[in-house]
């Protein structure tokens, strides 16, 4: 074998080693560039919800109005402060990362027209009882004891313009229920 075809080997030889470790960096960096930006991703949104969770003044209550609750008839049932979900982000946030909730105190959503709504629980840590009303102020269907941290759907069965959140078992322990009326009235 002469000179030349030796070196012509050996020159193929390194080569294909050259070639091998560029193609195993490009991989490795593609991995890693996947991974980290998947972990930085899941770290960024776990960074969020705990701010969110532990931002007291952000999310504290802040009393906006009161609302009653009254039987069919008319009569007084329960009264409670609330705070009011009037535009997309206040909606969308609604009642998500609080901590604790006073028995005397909830949440009312507005909505510009009576119409099938549906809620859900996703990042809310409190259990709610979720009561959807029409645009006559009845009650037209109550979602008790809503599982904290669910994103099952859970819709108002009936056309409904207003939707109240207070904490789970409320309605039960005050007797509310389908056909009853709330008066709210902002401060």
Request: hydrophobic content about 40%; aromatic content about 10%.
């Amino acid at each position: 074998m002469s000179k030349q075809k030796q070196i012509s080997k050996k020159q193929q030889a390194k080569n294909k080693f050259t070639l091998v470790v560029v193609v195993i960096v490009l991989i490795a960096f593609a991995a890693y560039f996947i991974f980290s930006n998947l972990l930085v991703h899941k770290e960024e949104v776990n960074t969020e919800l705990d701010k969110a969770v532990n931002n007291k003044t952000t999310y504290a209550f802040q009393k906006m109005g009161e609302l009653s609750f009254h039987s069919g008839e008319g009569k007084l049932i329960s009264q409670i402060d609330i705070e009011i979900a009037e535009d997309d982000e206040h909606r969308q946030r609604g009642l998500m990362f609080r901590e604790k909730m006073e028995e005397n105190q909830g949440m009312i959503f507005l909505f510009d027209k009576e119409t099938a709504q549906a809620f859900w629980m996703h990042n809310t840590i409190l259990p709610l009882d979720i009561i959807y009303v029409n645009s006559k102020m009845e009650i037209v269907h109550i979602v008790k004891n809503a599982k904290p941290f669910d994103d099952t759907s859970l819709p108002s069965i009936k056309p409904a313009q207003y939707v109240v959140e207070v904490v789970a078992g409320y309605s039960d322990k005050n007797g509310i229920k389908d056909g009853d009326k709330i008066v709210w009235r902002r401060l």
